[in-house]
Structure formats: structure tokens, C-alpha cells
């Protein structure tokens, strides 16, 4: 099974050799290196771009713009801030042009925390993300949905914000990618740069196909009764793990997608279980999950049997270092068990 960061780049060498990207630029993502996370390594049309976030998207635009489809990283979505007015540019482009100018262009970054990377190397950018309207923004769990995603995003005619979960990039996913061998290792030989001398070392790519997921379609990722957890990204998988280890019937929605979000699977969950947690690692202050709250609150009062409950990362100026205290500020498993069993005990 391949791992999220081998999915990404598996997607992206069939988005070279069938839909027409001709340029997959970035911090480090060229030879040797192939991306921080290895996300783009092997990769034919990759090169490494100057150290300068404004100068990447401004080119991006500017290629999209001419009819290019270009894949466009910046290395850690913590400097991604420095770029937002290009982000909106991007966004409202085929808006503001009456049409004229349409931007299939994609960006994606690493977000979120896990790594213990302290305060440049551990932020989300979700709920900032969400009100750069114009643009699609997603983000996946496992390696299927990476690959799926990515392809979508290649051909999506609207600037697609690809969020990468830093601390799952190297994580196995369950189901395989269509073309994939079977073999974890043999797909490492295949794809994976040897360490050391690379100069005259080019991947075999398998027989890729054309697999793709449909931007704002959330995932079931357990079917459930008696309460929802609507989650997405790296708090995905935890949220599984949490539920699966309780005793009640827990709904599970893995959004996938941030902006479209599947408004439509949230509503039914919600209409069947009467209860519902929102889950994600962004700040707790102007949440993106407070929006749902808030529309839930609108359109599905009769539905809800309880309050809807939040949880999120704490609203403190960065994310540590140390590992206890990153932990503190970020959700973790026990934290989704508690806010759980709090909703589950609710009589309402």
C-alpha cells in the first residue's frame, strides 16, 4: 500500500504524462531533493524555485492564466500567510474577468501539526483557507483519497489549495491505489530515489489510471447511530481510532473537502443521530467548524437532540515544541473520546 506523499506523487506523474502539466515548481521540490516530504520526487517536470513564496504563486497565476495547468508548493502552509492577496487574486480571477481569465492551477503545502515542528512548522491554515472564495480547498486522510484529490485538482477549471497532512504523509493507507503493485516494497523500489547518489537514478512508474475523487464529496469513514464526528485530515484517522474503540455506534464524515463542503452528508448524518462533533486542528477562535455549527443551527434545529460541541486546537500565539506541550494545545485521541462520551451522555 502506498503512503500519502508516494500517492501525491503518483498522481502528479499521471497529471505530466495525461493532463497536461508541464510545470510542478517549488522550495526543494526538484532534484535532488524532491520535496521536503518526497512528495514530488522522480518527477520529470519538477524544478526547484527560489526561496520566495510571492514569486511561486505570482509565476503559477501567470501560467494558469496563459492556459498552463500548473502545480505550484509552498513548503510549509506556515508561509503560505505572506501570499494571501495573490490566494484572493487566484480566487476571484475568472470572477472579477467576467469570465476572461480562468486559473486551473493547483498549490498545495503541507499543514497542520505532529511533527513537532514549533511555531514555523505546525499551523494549519483551514479556516483561513475557507473564506478565500473562488478557490477549492482540499485536504485528505489516506493515500487513496491523496491520489484522487490530486487528480481531480489537476483538472479542475477553479485554483485548487491542496493541504498536505504533515504527520500522515508517511502513513499506509488501506485500500490500493488503482495500478499500484501490492507489495509496499516493491512500489518503494519502483518510485523511491536510493539514498545517496541519485545522478543517474529515474523511478518506474506502474500502470496508473485515471482515478480521481469528486472535489466536496465527503467520506463515510464509519457508519453510525447514535452520535456524528464531522472531521477532516489529520484528526481523521484519530477520530476513527476513537471510534472504534468506544462501545457506541459512531457516525464518522471525513469531509475531504473544506470549500465545496458536502453539506448534503452532514445534514443526513445529523438527521439520523440527533448528535454532532465537530473536529479539526485549527484554532478554536473563528473556526471553520463553527460556521457548520452555525448553519446547522439554521437549516436543522428540529433535528439536533443536544448542542453541537466543537473541538479544536487551543487558541494560543504557536504551537510548541515539546512534545507535551503541542499535545496539549492539538487534539488527541483521548481528547476525542471525552468530547464524545460528554455528547453521548447528553439527555438533552
Not at 214 to 234: F, M
Amino acid at each position: 500500500m502506498a503512503n500519502i506523499a508516494q500517492a501525491i506523487r503518483m498522481a502528479l506523474h499521471y497529471g505530466e504524462e495525461n493532463l497536461g502539466v508541464k510545470e510542478i515548481f517549488g522550495e526543494d521540490v526538484g532534484p535532488p531533493l524532491g520535496g521536503v516530504f518526497t512528495a514530488t520526487q522522480g518527477l520529470k517536470t519538477a524544478w526547484n524555485a527560489p526561496l520566495d513564496e510571492r514569486g511561486i504563486i505570482g509565476a503559477a497565476i501567470g501560467l494558469a492564466w496563459a492556459g498552463q495547468r500548473p502545480v505550484a508548493e509552498i513548503q510549509f502552509v506556515d508561509y503560505i500567510f505572506n501570499v494571501i492577496d495573490l490566494l484572493k487574486i487566484a480566487g476571484n480571477s475568472h470572477w472579477a474577468s467576467g469570465g476572461q481569465f480562468k486559473a486551473p492551477m493547483v498549490i498545495m503545502s503541507p499543514t497542520g501539526s505532529g511533527i513537532h515542528g514549533s511555531i514555523y512548522h505546525s499551523h494549519s491554515f483551514d479556516t483561513i483557507a475557507s473564506k478565500i472564495h473562488g478557490m477549492k480547498v482540499v485536504c485528505p486522510s489516506n493515500a487513496k483519497d491523496a491520489y484522487g484529490l490530486m487528480i481531480a485538482a489537476i483538472k479542475s477549471e477553479d485554483p485548487v489549495l491542496y493541504l498536505k497532512p504533515k504527520v500522515l504523509l508517511r502513513a499506509r493507507g488501506a485500500e490500493l491505489i488503482p495500478g499500484e503493485p501490492e507489495d509496499p516494497k516493491e512500489l518503494s523500489k519502483m518510485i523511491d530515489a536510493p539514498v545517496g547518489d541519485r545522478s543517474n537514478w529515474k523511478p518506474t512508474w506502474p500502470d496508473l489510471t485515471d482515478y480521481s475523487v469528486e472535489i466536496g464529496k465527503a467520506r463515510i469513514a464509519l457508519d453510525g447511530n447514535d452520535v456524528t464526528v464531522v472531521t477532516h485530515g489529520r484528526m481523521a484517522p484519530i477520530c476513527e481510532r476513537a471510534a472504534k474503540a468506544m462501545e457506541a455506534s459512531i457516525e464518522v464524515i471525513d469531509l475531504r473537502s473544506l470549500i465545496p463542503y458536502d453539506w448534503d452528508a452532514i445534514k443526513a448524518s445529523v438527521k439520523k443521530t440527533g448528535k454532532v462533533i465537530f473536529i479539526n486542528e485549527e484554532t478554536e477562535i473563528s473556526n471553520f467548524g463553527e460556521h457548520l455549527i452555525r448553519r446547522l443551527i439554521d437549516e436543522c434545529w428540529d433535528d439536533l437532540k443536544v448542542r453541537p460541541r466543537l473541538l479544536a486546537g487551543k487558541a494560543t500565539p504557536g504551537v510548541a515544541l515539546n512534545p507535551d506541550l503541542e499535545n496539549f494545545t492539538q487534539p488527541q485521541k483521548a481528547d476525542v473520546e471525552r468530547i464524545i462520551n460528554d455528547a453521548l451522555s447528553d439527555k438533552g
